[in-house]
């Protein structure tokens, strides 16, 4: 469902699921997405992630990796995938549904559980061990959930 609605936000854009050469599970490139059709559902949608974060953050043919500016790119494009796909109100969403180990995380998300270790790590790299959003406090090792409880003001 999760890879189904992705698609479906870019109405725009060809996604092709077909076969492709051993080592590269998904390529993006003038408004066509091509993922290994061998691949399971759940890495489909984190290819998807990943190659939509191609089509909204870079441009050219950034297929040399020897390039240190296309790593960079391949990066941002990656990152950017995370933070869709794994946004923190959807871990929220896990939470409250209590939806709390691992395993049913991916399962909500439809993930794979190393794409959402990565995503942990992406997440400690740039926030710390936790971050605050909204009234909830989200810690990344190990990730747990916990609403911020609010204190009372006393006005004697």
């Not at 400690?124 to 009372?152: A, S, W």
Request: aromatic share 12%; proline share 3%; with cysteine.
């Amino acid at each position: 469902m999760a890879y189904d609605q992705l698609i479906m936000e870019y109405p725009h854009i060809k996604i092709i699921e077909k076969v492709l050469p051993k080592g590269l599970p998904g390529l993006y490139y003038d408004n066509v997405i091509e993922i290994d059709k061998f691949k399971h559902k759940y890495e489909k949608h984190c290819i998807l992630a990943e190659e939509l974060g191609h089509y909204e953050t870079t441009y050219g043919d950034i297929t040399e990796l020897n390039d240190l500016r296309n790593v960079k790119l391949e990066q941002i494009a990656r990152r950017w995938g995370y933070e869709k796909i794994v946004s923190f109100d959807k871990l929220i969403d896990c939470y409250e549904k209590g939806q709390t180990t691992l395993d049913e995380v991916c399962t909500n998300l439809e993930i794979t559980p190393e794409y959402l270790k990565s995503v942990i790590d992406y997440f400690i790299e740039k926030y710390g061990l936790f971050k605050l959003h909204g009234e909830y406090r989200i810690t990344f090792e190990p990730l747990n959930i916990k609403m911020i409880e609010k204190k009372k003001q006393s006005f004697d």
